[in-house]
């Protein structure tokens, strides 16, 4: 549950520090307005990608999905570019190892607003048909982490593949974040200085949807919290 809530600040802070372009103009003329719908049919032209998973693994895939993925990509040996599990923590979190980088997969199942938890066992034990899709840990969120990369030449190659980012947190020390949104996830490119350059060793890629009904679930939770507590003193 810390790990989840973790998450949610660090995207949380990202989108609110990022710096988005504003219209200074409240009345735009007919020559701003033809303007921005050439830019957007532009925009609409480039064939950007949203960020809908990572590298063939949508969002929402079932933990065991992945887990099967990567078991067949470790140990076929027919594979090109094989993948060597590092972490396994069941219904929560696979880290694997491939070319050299890593790659941290989180998933997510709807929290109780009770606070109970089911444990794996429990959670398999279940039979599939009458477990519910919410029920079921589901991919939202991967972080890749590698050695110090020159900041531009990551967001050069971010840059081709989403268009331009939508926001950006950057201090004069070279540290911060760029930001990309999409209409299914969200990108984060992290920059820390190294040897007085931006550099850039993290990046990462999270669900859009799942991420809002995070946030709905935690908040129905805490109220929870909040009326159970208040239950204690009504007479």
């Given at each position: 549950?810390?790990?989840?809530?973790?998450?949610?600040?660090?995207?949380?802070?990202?989108?609110?520090?990022?710096?988005?372009?504003?219209?200074?103009?409240?009345?735009?003329?007919?020559?701003?307005?033809?303007?921005?719908?050439?830019?957007?049919?532009?925009?609409?032209?480039?064939?950007?990608?949203?960020?809908?998973?990572?590298?063939?693994?949508?969002?929402?895939?079932?933990?065991?999905?992945?887990?099967?993925?990567?078991?067949?990509?470790?140990?076929?040996?027919?594979?090109?570019?094989?993948?060597?599990?590092?972490?396994?923590?069941?219904?929560?979190?696979?880290?694997?190892?491939?070319?050299?980088?890593?790659?941290?997969?989180?998933?997510y199942k709807k929290?109780?607003?009770?606070?109970?938890?089911?444990?794996?066992?429990?959670?398999?034990?279940?039979?599939?048909?009458?477990?519910?899709?919410?029920?079921?840990?589901?991919?939202?969120?991967?972080?890749?982490?590698?050695?110090?990369?020159?900041?531009?030449?990551?967001?050069?190659?971010?840059?081709?593949?989403?268009?331009?980012?939508?926001?950006a947190s950057m201090n004069?020390?070279?540290?911060?974040?760029?930001?990309?949104?999409?209409?299914?996830?969200?990108?984060?490119?992290?920059?820390?200085?190294?040897?007085?350059?931006?550099?850039?060793?993290?990046?990462?890629?999270?669900?859009?949807?799942?991420?809002?009904?995070?946030?709905?679930?935690?908040?129905?939770?805490?109220?929870?919290?909040?009326?159970?507590?208040?239950?204690?003193?009504?007479?």
């Open positions: 549950m810390n790990r989840i809530k973790t998450v949610l600040v660090i995207i949380t802070i990202a989108m609110s520090t990022a710096h988005y372009p504003q219209t200074t103009d409240p009345k735009p003329t007919p020559d701003d307005k033809k303007k921005q719908e050439d830019q957007e049919k532009k925009k609409e032209n480039t064939g950007k990608e949203s960020a809908t998973g990572f590298q063939g693994i949508l969002w929402s895939t079932k933990y065991a999905d992945v887990k099967e993925e990567f078991r067949t990509l470790s140990s076929n040996p027919e594979v090109k570019d094989p993948a060597e599990i590092i972490r396994d923590i069941p219904d929560k979190e696979i880290l694997i190892k491939r070319n050299g980088i890593y790659y941290r997969y989180v998933f929290v109780d607003p009770s606070g109970k938890t089911v444990s794996p066992e429990e959670s398999s034990a279940t039979p599939a048909e009458n477990q519910k899709e919410e029920d079921i840990p589901r991919f939202f969120f991967m972080e890749s982490y590698f050695p110090f990369v020159p900041s531009d030449q990551i967001y050069n190659k971010l840059k081709e593949k989403y268009g331009e980012k939508t926001g004069k020390d070279n540290s911060g974040a760029y930001f990309w949104e999409t209409p299914d996830g969200y990108i984060v490119q992290w920059v820390e200085p190294y040897r007085k350059a931006p550099f850039t060793r993290s990046i990462y890629y999270i669900s859009r949807k799942i991420k809002e009904e995070i946030e709905k679930d935690y908040s129905q939770y805490n109220n929870y919290r909040e009326l159970k507590a208040v239950e204690k003193l009504l007479p």
